[in-house]
């Protein structure tokens, strides 16, 4: 497994919008279908990466606690399926019911979507307030294939929490470190 890091992305940037397919539903999601969201969590993930499938158990619990709480959680999949076909469309919707997976997983076939995000890795996580400004780009927590140390999403949940109390987020932000997103031939 490749080791790769989140590329820097600016804080104060602005979400790009998109309108992907989520195969659970077979409808189309944008972030405005969200219109009274606390804030965005835009997560690109697979389900073939190891660094995901360690953390996917606890990343369903985020994802169904803070919705909850008003926050849209979309996680979003840019991987190349005819290479992996681990990742495709038909998979992701088994992945998303065997974890639980209450917010959208969507394909991002053209990967389009993570070019305009700056994703390099899964899992990248991104998180924008109401207005759709960057106010977090970093790392689940410190857990990583291999080591002992528990998964607990404590960074982003420690952003999330910030966002929603109306407090600042943290500045110390560690990019996230998984595979690297798997591109298209030529892309």
Known sequence: MART???AVELGTIAPDFALPD???????SL??????RGYCIAF????????Q??????ARFGRAYSDQGLAVIAINSNDAKNFPEDSPEKMRDEARR???TFPYLFDETQEVARAYQAACTPDFFLFDADRRLVYHG???DARPGSDIPVTGQDLRAAADALLEG?????????SLGCNIKWKEGA
């Open 5 to 7: 890091e989140s590329n």
């Open 23 to 29: 195969p659970s539903t077979g409808r189309s999601v």
């Open 32 to 37: 405005d279908d969200f219109p009274d969201a």
């Open 45 to 52: 993930i697979c389900n073939h990466c190891p660094f995901v």
């Open 54 to 59: 360690l953390i996917r158990h606890e990343f």
């Open 99 to 101: 974890f639980g997976y």
């Open 139 to 141: 790392q689940f927590d």
């Open 167 to 175: 407090r600042p987020v943290p500045a110390e932000q560690r990019p």
